[in-house]
């Protein structure tokens, strides 16, 4: 096989999986222009058009779904082949790309990285920031990071965290204005800030357990956002009560910025968990980085 021709299915795959250009380009480390030419030159030599391109989407056409389907196991056999090199190097090598909430990166990559640094220098980290659930094969990552409830049946699953515990907060000037809350359902009379998920668009409950008793608060939303750090900002601007996570804000509590209301309604729940394909092979590299990630106990 050319060179060329080689080159230009490489380009196929990539594009076909990230259904972009660019993000494809970014993947293989060309620049957009340079990807359509070699794609216009695959498909010159097969003679067949093999993406439906439009100025939103990028789709392979029924041939190149043919193709797409015959290649990916090649090209996940050259992918094998290629890993299984690491198991000559003393230290293992190549990029892990991770997608995970941003409460998830702070929480738990953040901590690590100078350790990654230092004992792996030959490993790479590709961070992406998503609230919502991402699904990982499709986006082109090698994990995510979630909290447990969240996680797939389809995925292994590695714990990377303790429990974790919410936190109702605000400033002491919105409690001086407006009161304190007893009870959650207390919140209904306050000044609450909302949360909508991005994955369902739906406005989260926020959800309370003392004992047996569960409760399920579908507080009045004077400010809706979809980021717990920007949550976080307006409640320390005074805008209303908020939830985050205990250990997001723990710094703020110690300094009397916000402090904290029905804390014995919010028990623990389950932490953060790594997530990855449930299949048999693994780069070195990302069992690198479970194993430092993975949580004790």
Known sequence: M????LSGLAAFVAIANERSFRRAAARLGVTPPTLS???RELEEQVGL????RTTRNVSPTEAGEHLLARLMPAFTDIDAALESLNTFREQPRGLVRINASRSAIELVLLPHLGRLARDYPGISLEIVAQEGFANIVEQGFDAGIRLGEDLHNDMRAVRVSPDLRLAIVATPEYFQCYG???TPSDLLNHRCIGWRKISSGELYKWEFRQGDK???????SSLILDDG???QQAALAHAGIAFAIEDEVAEHLATGRLERVLADWCPSFPGFYLYYPNRRNHP????TVIDMLRFPG
């Open 2 to 5: 050319k060179k060329l021709e």
């Open 284 to 287: 070195v590299a990302l069992t």
């Open 229 to 231: 750090r920007l949550m």
């Open 214 to 220: 569960i409760l399920s608060v579908a507080v009045n």
């Open 49 to 52: 058009r093999l993406l439906n």
């Open 180 to 182: 304190r809350p007893d």
């Open 37 to 39: 030419h070699t794609m």
